[in-house]
């Protein structure tokens, strides 16, 4: 094994899937929270941490881009990982058997067609990993779970239903975090550089700020505010740009950023994901 990577839930969890995924020769570590997994990293007890920042049906993942300037780590590639639910229960059980199936808040709603059309009612758990080791220790077949087949596989437990998400194009998205940044140029489809900033208290400061990348012609594909320690007068942007940073012409966009700011980050610039084409 290469090393270790974090990531948040127990095994069979979706973040563990994007690990097996993305980084198949580190060894899997499970962690309670997103901030212990950053802090595995941090530790040394961890090379790599694996963090869902986005889905493409739930919209962000609550919290993680406050805990992202505060964990020192930089940010050396994402992953976009497809998310199949499974209905998963004890061996020999049925889906007519199946009364409650438990699932992590995000998960219930992306099935819930396949719920209301089964008569089986939403439960909710803390980790979608966790439902599927509670179910399997329970083996009550009125009782399933909503979690990945690498779930079933760990746990033992058979695949009632395959892939029962409402949309086929559930899809999270992940960010690969290291203690060091990472400035080489690599992969095949481009680079990708992430950063935090604070706009100076002067009128239409963002609109200035943002005019250099247009004037340069990057193409900014994320921007997104989030108050600061409660302030509702502190806001803080987290900003990712198709690029690098020693790009001539996103130079001059960070140039003129800089000018409008009172606090400038970069997370990281890594490859883009051929996914995200």
Known sequence: MAGKIAFQGELGAYGHQACADARPDYAPLPCMTFHDTMAAVRDGAADLAMVA???????????????????????????????????LG??????????????HPVILPQCSQ??????????????NARAARE???????????????????????????????????????????????????????GMMTSFLFRVRNIPAALYKAMGGFATNG???????????????????????????????????ALEELRYFTSYLHILGTYPADPARR
């Open 218 to 252: 990057v193409n900014m594909v994320k921007l997104e505010s989030y108050m600061v320690n409660g302030s509702f007068t502190a806001t803080q942007f987290f900003a990712e740009i198709e690029g690098h940073p020693e790009d001539g012409n996103v130079q001059l």
């Open 135 to 189: 179910i399997a220790a329970r083996g009550d077949p009125t009782h399933a779970a909503l979690a990945s087949e690498m779930a079933a596989t760990i746990y033992g437990l058979d695949m009632l239903a395959r892939h029962i998400e409402d949309r086929p194009d559930n899809t999270t998205r992940f960010l690969i975090m290291a203690r060091d940044i990472d400035l080489t140029r690599r992969g095949a489809d």
């Open 90 to 103: 004890p061996k020999g059980a049925t889906i007519a058997q199946v009364r409650e199936a438990h699932g």
């Open 53 to 87: 920042v986005e889905n493409s049906i739930y919209g962000r993942v609550a919290d993680v881009h406050q805990l992202l300037p505060e964990s020192g780590l930089h940010i050396v590639a994402e992953a976009f990982v497809r998310v199949h639910v499974n209905l």
């Open 114 to 127: 396949f719920l209301r059309a089964h008569d089986i009612k939403g439960v909710v758990s803390s980790d």
